[in-house]
């Protein structure tokens, strides 16, 4: 399993590597995906996932690869989405922004037992961590513009979008709670598995 995953990750790395539409922007996207197997790498001996993380991670660091090298804006496949004329690409990138890391956090939540008493409270504490993950990823971007405002326009892809912010970071309370309503029962189970050995 852990081979196969490794080879998805670098084939598609390697895929998203070569020739990208825009250099700057490649990097700027593949970091994240860079930095996440770095972490996985460092604490697999010592904090295993679960198998269900590990394959999410993997999507999201598939989205992240993609998006880097076609740029959001310019993914083929996804115009006209919602009855937008934007490319709906960078929603999907948002969405997952999300959908995986709030699974992530419940995970460290709940197997490290940080306290908290309450399904409810759970839920309210990786909703604010994603909130607050997604806001400073505009951040960011926004701090990019500033300082090289001419390379990035492919990593902000704002498409004459005034809302783009407040919309991406809408697309990641999705995320999470498409997670969290569809996924927290099967991630439970398997979190109850790692911790049985």
């Not at 198998?51 to 999410?56: A, E, G, N, R």
């Not at 999201?60 to 090298?69: D, K």
């Not at 999470?176 to 099967?186: C, G, H, M, N, W």
Request: aromatic share 16%; net charge negative.
């Amino acid at each position: 399993m852990k081979l196969i995953w490794l080879l998805i990750f670098f084939g598609v790395l390697i895929w998203s590597g070569t020739e990208p539409k825009d250099s700057f922007t490649w990097q700027l996207e593949v970091a994240p995906a860079i930095l996440a197997i770095i972490i996985l790498a460092i604490t697999y001996k010592h904090f295993r996932l679960t198998p269900m993380l590990y394959t999410l991670i993997l999507m999201h660091c598939i989205v992240l690869m993609i998006g880097g090298h076609y740029t959001y804006a310019e993914v083929p496949g996804f115009e006209g989405f919602f009855g937008s004329d934007h490319n709906s690409y960078d929603k999907l990138g948002h969405f997952f922004q999300g959908f995986v890391p709030a699974l992530v956090i419940r995970e460290i939540i709940l197997r490290k037992k940080i306290l908290i008493q309450s399904t409810v409270w759970l839920n309210f504490m990786t909703l604010c961590i994603i909130l607050a993950i997604s806001a400073f990823y505009e951040l960011i971007a926004w701090w990019l513009a500033l300082v090289v405002p001419s390379d990035a326009i492919y990593f902000l892809g704002t498409e004459s979008h005034q809302w783009k912010a407040q919309s991406d970071i809408a697309m990641a309370i999705v995320g999470y709670a498409v997670a969290v309503l569809l996924l927290s029962k099967a991630h439970s189970y398997q979190i109850d598995q790692i911790e049985e050995f």
